[in-house]
């Protein structure tokens, strides 16, 4: 399925930012030239690691992609992914891709009912998951979602023990009948391969899920970014906490990995003097972590002018609260844009925090005027200064982006999806606000969501959702959720209460409310207020980013 315009697509490809070679093509030709080269590294919880050579994922990609072939998976079908981060997780992508699929990447923290509002609007045909990883009900409840899919065929896991019903991946290397290697290998896309969407995400928005579809030539476009503006080769290895199928993990480590044929260091974060560990382990030369996390993690790797060590490229979240730590060699930061884009720009102590290029971003050194990996723009917009944004900053406009590495069509299959905005030129509209930078006329500074979405590490939250579900709590008389500034982790959930009268609220209270009903990990707030009233504008809408303090008990 090719959504991009023909038109566009050539000159992408005229400028040499799109080609005609799909991700999983790129792998198997890395595997060829090099197929004894470590090519992940797991590192594990308890400080050992699994080191898997191109051949040998090479072979488990094969495997796999027969097995959806075999079982009669047509091209377009599409297979939804929900996998902790691991080797599993990159074979199942490259996998459905080789096969011809399109794989609809689950957020791993999401649980039944998230997947219920999303997963309709796809119609996958397959289910994947794993029980290892931290998550021993994945396949069970991946099962019980299928019974509510009418449109599922195949629920499958890896791991040692699945539940009945369930397809064992692991067993394909015993039952090679259920599984033609070559199968996945021969087939062909109409057109050009790589112009054919790869994979489907969702996107938070006040209406529910919306979809996001993009090709391989997207993605591909998206790695070439930062691995331009972090200046890595094949020799770069790369240490990644972020999950291989989440935006910041496609773009900024795996892609970039495929793009070298390097070697990608997975680690399941859990402690940042084990991350460190492993990246002094492996001799990374690159380490991505969120840029709350950037100072003390320079400290612990060594010092800033020692070439030794590795460079940094720090997720930094719109708004968030600035931190130090930007100073090392080869830092870049990449400003997280929502579900639909990661900017990758290579720090500089001049520029004003946060702030990003107004027009074209990322041109070719060898191009700069006739390439660019992105444009942004900025949407005039109406609204209440005191509705939106940080406190005592004015609303401009909405940011606007397009370009070889953003989304250019809504996935046409998604029936029921919330709708995706872009403008008569072709801008994506993202629903984020944004203001001119007042140091330079020539950036902007990407601020705080125009709806009630807020986002913490990148997930994005539906407030007025939770904040319904905080209210059915028995002691509760009001509450909102909101998104604050936290030095390391960028931004921290929020739950701000007004207890009914003669009635207390902790927050283990509110947690044990919310786990009871199901609700994903990442909605959980982790901090809690006591409030004398939930602060609202004159319409009714809760002022989510102002007066917070002021409606402090």
């Known amino acids: 399925m090719i959504l991009t315009k023909p038109e566009t697509a050539e000159a992408y490809i005229a400028n040499g930012l799109w080609g005609r070679v799909t991700l999983d093509a790129v792998f198997r030709r890395n595997a060829q030239a090099h197929p004894d080269r470590a090519a992940l590294i797991e590192a594990g919880a308890t400080g050992g690691f699994r080191n898997i050579s191109y051949a040998e994922i090479d072979r488990r990609i094969n495997l796999l992609s027969g097995f959806f072939c075999t079982v009669g998976l047509k091209p377009d079908t599409v297979v939804a992914v929900q996998m902790p981060v691991g080797a599993e997780a990159v074979i199942a992508l490259l996998a459905g891709l080789r096969a011809g699929l399109i794989v609809a990447v689950v ?19 397959a289910l994947v998951t794993a029980t290892r990883g931290g998550d021993a009900g994945a396949a069970e409840r991946m099962r019980d979602i299928a019974a509510d899919l009418f449109s599922v065929r195949f629920v499958c896991a890896f ?57 391989h030539n997207q993605w591909i476009a998206t790695g070439m970014m930062h691995l331009v503006e972090a200046r890595m080769d094949q020799n770069t290895r790369v240490l990644s906490p972020y999950h291989p199928l989440g935006l910041i993990g496609m773009s900024a480590a795996l892609v970039p990995w495929l793009l070298t044929g390097g070697t990608l260091v997975l680690d399941r974060f859990t402690a940042l003097d084990r991350l460190v560990g492993a990246a002094k382990a492996h001799t990374v030369g690159r380490v991505l972590l969120p840029a709350g996390l950037a100072a003390a993690a320079s400290h612990r790797l060594g010092g800033v002018d020692d070439a030794a060590q590795p460079a940094l490229s720090l997720v930094r979240e719109p708004n968030a609260a600035e931190t130090g730590g930007h100073d090392r060699s080869g830092t870049v930061i990449i400003t997280r844009i929502g579900d639909i884009a990661a900017i990758p720009q290579a720090a500089e102590v001049d520029r004003e925090p946060g702030a990003l290029p107004l027009g074209s971003i990322g041109a070719r050194p060898d191009d700069a005027e006739a390439a660019c990996f992105l444009e942004t723009r900025l949407h005039a917009i109406a609204r209440r200064a005191d509705s939106f944004g940080a406190p005592d900053a004015v609303v401009t406009a909405e940011l606007g982006l397009r370009g070889p590495t953003i989304p ?42 125009l709806s009630d979405i807020v986002s913490v590490g990148g997930m994005a939250v539906a407030a007025e959702e939770l904040d319904a579900l905080c209210c059915a709590h028995s002691a509760v008389a009001d509450a909102a959720v909101v998104a604050l500034g936290d030095g390391r982790l960028g931004m921290r959930l929020c739950a701000l209460v007004v207890p009914k009268a003669g009635e207390t609220v902790t927050l283990d209270d509110l947690a044990a409310h919310l786990q009871s009903v199901d609700v994903a990990p990442h909605k959980i707030p982790v901090e809690l207020r006591t409030v004398i009233r939930i602060p609202r504008g004159d319409d009714g809408r809760i002022l989510r980013f102002t007066e917070i303090d002021r409606a402090a008990a």
């Open 107 to 125: 957020p791993e923290l999401w649980r039944r009912s998230e997947m219920a509002a999303a997963l309709p609007a796809v119609a996958p045909k």
């Open 159 to 215: 791991g040692d023990e699945v539940p009945d019903g369930v397809v064992q991946l692991d067993a394909l290397d015993s039952d090679i009948e259920t599984a033609d290697a070559a199968a996945g290998a021969a087939v062909v896309r109409a057109g050009n391969s790589a112009d054919h969407v790869a994979t489907l995400s969702f996107a938070e928005t006040p209406d529910g899920p919306a979809v996001l579809a993009r090709s």
């Open 408 to 449: 250019d069509a809504g996935y046409p299959d998604a029936a029921g999806s919330a709708p995706l905005d872009w403008d008569e030129q072709g801008f994506l509209r993202t629903a984020m606000s944004a203001r001119p930078s007042a140091v330079d006329t020539a950036r902007f500074c990407p601020g705080s969501p």
